[in-house]
């Protein structure tokens, strides 16, 4: 059976949170199940259309 690391931040900063999520992405090999929120945030994707996802 397979393992996963489970981690859960605190932090609502999106620029620590995307940054912990982007470090796990390219450091390890593990699976990971990651529980976080951001405070008043828009993330947008790199194939995302700004304009469809962004309620003006």
């Not at 796990?24 to 790199?46: K, P």
């Amino acid at each position: 059976m397979e393992k996963i690391r489970y981690i859960s931040l605190d932090s609502t900063s999106p620029y620590h949170n995307l940054a912990v999520e982007e470090y796990l992405l390219q450091q390890t090999t593990d699976n990971v199940f990651m529980l976080w929120q951001n405070d008043n945030t828009i993330a947008i994707g790199r194939h995302q259309n700004t304009a469809a996802e962004v309620n003006q």
